[in-house]
């Protein structure tokens, strides 16, 4: 480990908390009548996805190779700032539009993009994945189509990508980003963990979605009309001795407790029971052998020209 990785960590830290105070006051999103966010809006939770784009994005930013891609669009774009970072990739100044449902978590995209002084790089708009509030003339217009932990949660991830498929333009290409939560390991396995994560994935039936739609992305691109495809997974793992391994826990931690009040209105687990494997979770990213393996399933595929 570097002689910095503790630094490195506080930074994390200090990000993570000062998002919390920024959005501390963000309101719940109306949910679209096909977009089920098992997670919810709280001001927690959206630290958390800040935290979640600032371990992941370089990694995706490698695979994705972007190079001179003149428009793209980005669907469910959060707080924008992977879709910030896909502008400043691309070699020439593009046009890059991202997609975004909740108002608040919209806005502040915005106020994000302008505090870094990054406002003229990218738009955004409100609009749900499974109904692209695009104009007449942008469908079919984008060189790159976008979309990142999306189709887990809606009820037809196929309508979502046959949309993205009719936003790119031909000889575009689509890249599509999600998880296969069967593929979570921890060692040494954790006190009620095991139950905990088995009960966090049947929360999403319960809400008529896919815990596992991350194995099926190469088949909804070959569905939507793409070729070319290509698939690979983004290690989102790490191990106790990084400088980053408390970050990843406390990431998974926060992805299962989000869904804490679906878990328990589901009778999926008993409240003392859930509170007692968080707690244990919380104790377990203190040992020195400690590892976590996880991975998100990636694809790309492109649009035919003819």
Same mark, same amino acid.
């Not at 809006?41 to 190079?67: V, Y």
């Not at 189709?151 to 196929?158: F, I, K, S, T």
């Not at 040494?188 to 979605?209: H, K, M, T, V």
């Given at each position: 480990?570097?002689?910095?990785?503790?630094?490195?960590?506080?930074?994390?830290?200090? *990000?993570?908390?000062?998002?919390? %105070?920024?959005?501390?006051?963000? &309101?719940? =999103?109306?949910?679209?009548?096909?977009?089920? *966010?098992?997670?919810?809006?709280?001001?927690?939770?959206?630290?958390?996805? &800040?935290?979640?784009?600032?371990?992941?994005?370089?990694?995706?930013?490698?695979?994705?190779?972007?190079? +001179?891609?003149?428009?793209?669009?980005?669907?469910? %774009?959060?707080?924008?700032? @992977? $879709?910030?970072?896909?502008?400043?990739?691309?070699?020439?100044?593009?046009?890059?539009?991202?997609?975004?449902?909740?108002?608040?978590?919209?806005?502040? =995209?915005?106020?994000? =993009?302008?505090?870094?002084?990054?406002?003229?790089?990218?738009?955004?708009?409100?609009?749900? +994945? $499974?109904?692209?509030?695009?104009?007449?003339?942008?469908?079919?217009?984008?060189?790159?189509?976008?979309?990142?932990?999306?189709?887990?949660?809606?009820?037809?991830?196929?309508?979502?990508?046959?949309?993205? =498929?009719? +936003?790119?333009?031909? /000889?575009?290409?689509?890249?599509?980003?999600?998880?296969?939560?069967?593929?979570?390991?921890? #060692?040494?396995?954790?006190? /009620?963990?095991?139950?905990?994560?088995?009960? *966090?994935?049947?929360?999403?039936?319960?809400?008529?979605?896919?815990?596992?739609?991350?194995?099926?992305?190469?088949?909804?691109?070959?569905?939507?009309?793409?070729?070319?495809?290509?698939? $690979?997974?983004?290690?989102?793992?790490?191990?106790?001795?990084?400088?980053? @391994? !408390?970050?990843?826990?406390?990431?998974?931690?926060?992805?299962?407790?989000?869904?804490?009040?679906?878990?328990? !209105?589901?009778?999926?687990?008993?409240?003392?029971?859930?509170?007692?494997?968080?707690?244990?979770?919380?104790?377990?990213?203190?040992?020195?052998?400690?590892?976590?393996? #996880?991975?998100?399933?990636? +694809? !790309? /595929?492109?649009?035919? $020209?003819?």
């Amino acid at each position: 480990m570097q002689d910095n990785g503790g630094f490195i960590y506080i930074i994390l830290a200090y *990000y993570y908390l000062s998002i919390i %105070s920024i959005i501390h006051n963000m &309101s719940s =999103a109306s949910h679209q009548s096909d977009s089920h *966010y098992i997670h919810g809006t709280s001001p927690e939770e959206q630290a958390r996805l &800040s935290l979640l784009n600032t371990l992941l994005n370089k990694a995706c930013l490698k695979e994705m190779k972007i190079r +001179a891609e003149r428009r793209i669009l980005d669907i469910g %774009s959060g707080l924008g700032q @992977f $879709t910030r970072s896909m502008a400043k990739a691309a070699s020439q100044k593009p046009y890059v539009l991202g997609i975004e449902r909740d108002q608040e978590q919209l806005r502040q =995209a915005i106020d994000f =993009a302008r505090s870094s002084n990054e406002e003229e790089l990218v738009s955004f708009r409100q609009g749900d +994945a $499974t109904q692209l509030p695009l104009q007449q003339e942008e469908w079919g217009s984008f060189d790159l189509v976008h979309a990142r932990f999306v189709l887990e949660h809606v009820r037809q991830p196929a309508n979502v990508v046959q949309q993205m =498929a009719a +936003a790119c333009k031909p /000889g575009g290409r689509l890249v599509i980003a999600d998880d296969d939560h069967d593929i979570f390991r921890l #060692y040494p396995e954790c006190p /009620g963990f095991n139950e905990l994560w088995q009960a *966090y994935i049947r929360s999403y039936d319960r809400l008529g979605n896919d815990p596992y739609v991350g194995r099926r992305l190469v088949h909804l691109l070959h569905e939507a009309g793409m070729h070319k495809i290509r698939n $690979t997974f983004i290690f989102f793992g790490d191990c106790a001795g990084n400088s980053t @391994f !408390e970050a990843f826990v406390d990431n998974i931690i926060g992805v299962v407790d989000g869904a804490r009040s679906v878990i328990i !209105e589901n009778h999926l687990l008993t409240e003392s029971f859930f509170d007692q494997s968080i707690a244990a979770m919380h104790q377990w990213k203190k040992r020195k052998d400690a590892a976590l393996w #996880y991975a998100m399933n990636w +694809a !790309e /595929g492109y649009k035919p $020209t003819e």
